[in-house]
C-alpha cells in the first residue's frame, strides 16, 4: 500500500473510531462491522436496545463521541454470547459492548441511572472488598438500591423465594457476620490499585 493509499485511509478513520481502537476491548474490530443485524436479531434483548450493536458500530464510524459513550444501549448486554456465536465475521461483540461501557464509565460519561451500571458497581464493590463474593450482602444491597421502602417493597414481593431459599441453605443470614473473604483481602485491593494506576497512565484515564 503506498503513502497517498494509507494517508485516504487516515483521514476515512474519524478520530472517535482511532480512540475506540486504542481504548476499548478488541475495538479494533469495529471496522469490521458489515451491518448485516445478525447480532440485534440474536439477542434476547433485541427489541428494547436504544441503538444495537451495528448501530452503534456504524455511529463509532460516523464519529458521534457522545451519542455512543452516553448511551444506556452497551450497559444492556448480559454476556449471552449469541451475537458472538453467530456474526458472519466472528467480531466479538460481547467484548466490545463491555469494553464501551467500561471505557465510558471511566470517562464519567456512563447514564448514572442505569441498573445494570449500579448493579456492575455493587457487585464490583462487593468482590473486591473480600476477593470473594458475599452473596446475603449483595442481595440486601441491590434491594435497597432504589432506597428503603423500595427495598422493603421488593423483600415482601420476593418472600417466598426468599423463604425457599432459607430452607435448601442458599441464604444465610448470618453470612453478614460470619462470611470471610479470601485470606488476604488487603493484597487484593494493593493489587487492584496498582492495576488501575498503571492502565491509567497507559491509556491516560482521568484520576
Known sequence: MNDNNTAMIDKYRNSFLREVEDNVEQGEWVKMCMQCGVCSGSCPFGPHWEHPPQELF???RAGKRDAVLGTESMWMCTSCYNCVVRCPREIPITHIMHGLANYAHRLGLAPKVNPTRRFAKIFWDNISKNGRVNETSLSIKLYFMDGYSAGVKRAVEMANTGLGMFRTKRLNPLAL????????????QSMLKKAREIEGRRKGYPG
Open 177 to 188: 457476620i460470619s462470611y470471610k473473604g479470601i485470606e488476604n483481602p488487603k493484597q487484593l
Open 58 to 60: 456504524m455511529m463509532i
